[in-house]
C-alpha cells in the first residue's frame, strides 16, 4: 500500500520568515495530495490541496509544490505567524484510500 | 467548523467491551471515510463508505466494522476492545469517494482501559 514520510517532525522558525514541509510518497498512482493542519485538541482542518495534474498551487501564504517523477511534495509557508504554529499533516491518496504522514509541529516564534 | 459531527465526545470503556461511535456528515456529502489517530501520530484510515457499502478499508482487523445510513451518517462499530484501541477517531465526509477534499469531523476520544 502507500506509504507517506514527512519531514522534518518538528521545525521552529522566527516569525515573518518561511516554513516548508516536505513529503514522500511510495506509490506513483496517487492522485490527490491533501495538507491538515490541525491546532491541539481540535479536528484535523484542510489547507490546502493539489491534484496530480498541477505542479504548484497557491493560496495566499501557502503554496504546494509537486515533483510526480520524484514522488515529493511540498508545503511552503510564507510570512509566518504565531497562529501558524500546529501540527501540519500531508496526505496521499489513491482512489478512495487517503494515506498520512506522522506530521509536523510547526512552531512560530513571535 | 465544518458540518460533520461525531457523538459521543469521550468514551471510556473496558478491555473486550464494544464500542459504537456515530458521525452525521456534512450536507451534500455522500461518502464518509474513518480513521484512527493515535497521540502524536497521523490519521490511519479505517475503511470507507458510499452509499451504504464499504468502498475500501486499511490494515485493521474485521473486529472494526461500520454501516452507513441512507441519510449518509454512519457508524463504526469496535468489537472486543483492546488496550492499543485507545485514541481519537475521526470521521471524514466528502461528496465523492475518490479525490475530493475530506472535512474532519471533531472526533471520538476513546480510551480503553
Known amino acids: 500500500g502507500e506509504n507517506v514520510e514527512q519531514h522534518p517532525s518538528t521545525l521552529s522558525v522566527q516569525e515573518g520568515d518561511s516554513a516548508v514541509i516536505k513529503c514522500t510518497y511510495s506509490?506513483?498512482?496517487?492522485?490527490?495530495f491533501p495538507w491538515y493542519k490541525q491546532e491541539l485538541g481540535k479536528r484535523p482542518q484542510l489547507i490546502i490541496d493539489?491534484?496530480?495534474?498541477?505542479g504548484e498551487k497557491k493560496d495566499q501564504r501557502i503554496a504546494v509544490t509537486l515533483n510526480k517523477t520524484a514522488k515529493h511534495f511540498s508545503l511552503h509557508i510564507t510570512e509566518t505567524q504565531p497562529e501558524d504554529s500546529a501540527v501540519y499533516f500531508c496526505?496521499?491518496?489513491?482512489?478512495?484510500?487517503?494515506?498520512f504522514g506522522a506530521g509536523t509541529r510547526l512552531t512560530v516564534k513571535p | 467548523e465544518t458540518g460533520v459531527t461525531q457523538s459521543p465526545t469521550h468514551l471510556i470503556k473496558t478491555r473486550g467491551q464494544q464500542v459504537t461511535l456515530r458521525c452525521s456528515s456534512q450536507?451534500?456529502?455522500?461518502?464518509v471515510s474513518w480513521y484512527q489517530q493515535a497521540l502524536g501520530q497521523g490519521p490511519q484510515f479505517i475503511f470507507q463508505?458510499?452509499?451504504?457499502?464499504?468502498?475500501g478499508r486499511g490494515n485493521f482487523p474485521p473486529r472494526f466494522s461500520g454501516l452507513q445510513f441512507p441519510n449518509y451518517s454512519s457508524e463504526l462499530n469496535v468489537n472486543a476492545l483492546e488496550l492499543d484501541d485507545s485514541a481519537l477517531y475521526l470521521c471524514?465526509?466528502?461528496?465523492?469517494?475518490?479525490?475530493?477534499?475530506?472535512?474532519f469531523g471533531p472526533g471520538t476520544r476513546l480510551t480503553v482501559l
Open positions: 471524514a465526509s466528502s461528496f465523492l469517494a475518490q479525490g475530493s477534499e475530506q472535512f
Open positions: 506509490d506513483s498512482a496517487s492522485n490527490y
Open positions: 493539489i491534484r496530480s495534474n498541477v
Open positions: 496526505a496521499a491518496s489513491i482512489n478512495n484510500d487517503m494515506r
Open positions: 450536507s451534500g456529502h455522500n461518502t
Open positions: 463508505y458510499y452509499r451504504e457499502e464499504e468502498n
